[in-house]
């Protein structure tokens, strides 16, 4: 029986974390063959030097797949694509895989965000899409090192909406035999959006203040402009028919009271930094072409969103 194909497209925090832990595991077991994808200076290094993770989870700290390319259009009809890109490289990739998944490959984004499985389903309309909620503590040290801090990192993965009762089964087996802390549910919707709400109304509002977390919680002005962007995508959750909990909000600023008061959150850093790219379309522009969608006006985040977007 010929092994089933694994695919890690991009190395980043992410994508090294849990790609790390699947073709480790699997150097032992032999039981998939795995490829990733890494561009210019990281594929050079995990070429050479294998992919390093630096975790008080994994004694021995490298691992070599079977194969690492530079490009998408170098694989053919896999089974399963793990994709790890940034936010705002999704279109571009998805543009990229439609030309080399076979009918069956499936499909498992690896970011958070309320839009990601609409935005890859408008590409790559008839395959298996898996929504997926990641909480995870880890980043690049150096091209082909990334290290990891914290608690293990979690996957909260959902069944396609659209293709409900496809049998899954073997991906779920691989998840869990790479040792990975994994929640599979018939729907992980209200866990994206559980997040999002987090990730959105934060990242928005320390971006427009150059602020950290914990002067959100504690600022009139950054508490009051955080709420208001939790209450907008509360409203958008709702006429969505996903079920958040009544007192999301203020479950959203407990969980963020626990994090250490100065930190930062990568919008923020992103865009006070002059970075080109950032996750600004994710945070604000998804609240707004939601509202504009189901007819919900979203009046702070697009006044919030304007002001960054003019830095």
Known sequence: ????????????????????????????????????????????KVKENGLVLLSPE??????????????????????????????????????????????????????NGADIYERIRKIIPDHIILPTCLYVASHIKEKGVVEHKGKAGKMIVGRDPQHFSEDVNWIVDLLKESKIDLDFKDNSLTDIWTKYIFIASFGL????HNSSIGTVCTNDEQKHEASEIMKEIKAIADKKGIVLDEDIIQKTFDKAAAFPFETPTSLQ????????????????????????ELDIVTPCTRKIYNEIKAF
């Open 269 to 292: 850093l992103d865009v006070n930094s002059g970075k080109k790219n950032n996750e600004l379309e994710l945070l604000g522009g998804a609240v707004l072409n939601f509202g504009k």
């Open 205 to 208: 509002v320390t971006a427009k």
């Open 58 to 111: 994994h004694s021995v700290n490298h691992t070599h797949p079977d194969a690492i390319v530079q490009s998408v259009n170098e694989i053919n009809d896999p089974d399963l694509v793990l994709i790890c890109v940034k936010e705002y490289d999704l279109e571009n990739i998805c543009r990229q895989l439609k030309d080399t998944i076979g009918k069956d490959t499936i499909l498992l984004p690896m970011m």
């Open 1 to 44: 029986m010929t092994k089933k194909h694994i695919v890690v497209a991009g190395l980043g925090g992410v994508g090294g974390y849990f790609g790390f832990k699947i073709n480790q595991e699997n150097e032992t077991a032999q039981k998939y063959k795995v490829t990733f994808i890494a561009r210019s200076e990281t594929y050079k």
